[in-house]
């Protein structure tokens, strides 16, 4: 017996690669209803989900789609329907207003991820430049035992945390400032590291797109030895679909 593993959702008229593949190599197709058709690819009913090739396989369908500016709504990793019947009925049709809905807010767009991370020290140093109260504070532990000056220890980790919370706070906030204006929609994302200033998805247009890339640009000089930025994309848009899809991180 066969499933149907689900990547996502696009148009009925969509025209797929003819070399895409999915999970066990399997070839991706859609299984339509309307206006909406489903990705899917054949699953053996006994195979279990889950290992780290089968994420792999499940990204790079809907990062491929995305490269070549197919618009898709992006499911989570490990949907799976017992065929197209169920699919069509149970999925597409029940759900097909609210996935035209989606479909029309990311079509002809991109998301384009930014993150950004402080290089060297030199965010800390900054902080001890702009902020009197972690320069006191160091001055008075200085040669001090560090059990004698444990309270102040403390504090001054604290004081620092505090800091760079407002300094990632505000170059995020830059960040966005520039790029924003070449995007229709901005979304944070959770820092993946301690050292990063920040990690923005940006819905896109794609005629806007080289302005955008541009924008990075600047601001990567104006930040130069200070910031390093990396652009990642174009990305499923994740950030910017509705709930019943789910979403990925």
Known sequence: MTNQYIYGVTYTDTSLPADLHGIGGAAVTLVT????????????????????????????????????????????????????QEISDELLAANQDAFLADLEQIRGRVELVVKGRYENDSAYLEVLREEPAVLELRERIRGVPE???????????????????????????????????????????????????????????QGQQDGFEEAIEELGRQWAGRVRLRLIGPLPPYDFVGSLQGRQS
Request: charged share 30%; with cysteine.
């Open 33 to 84: 209803h309307n206006q909406c058709g489903a990705l899917v690819s054949d699953l053996p009913a006994d195979r279990p989900l889950g290992t780290r090739d089968d994420l792999l396989s499940h990204e790079r369908v809907l990062e491929e789609l995305a490269r070549r500016h197919i618009p898709v709504l992006p499911f989570r990793f490990g949907a799976a329907m017992t065929g197209p």
């Open 147 to 205: 059990e004698a000056s444990y309270d102040e220890r403390l504090r001054l980790g604290e004081v620092i945390a505090q800091a760079m919370a407002r300094k990632q706070s505000g170059d995020t906030d830059r960040l966005a400032a520039a790029l924003s204006p070449y995007a229709e929609q901005v979304a944070p994302r959770p820092p993946a590291r301690e050292d990063e200033v920040a990690n923005l998805a940006f819905l896109v247009e």
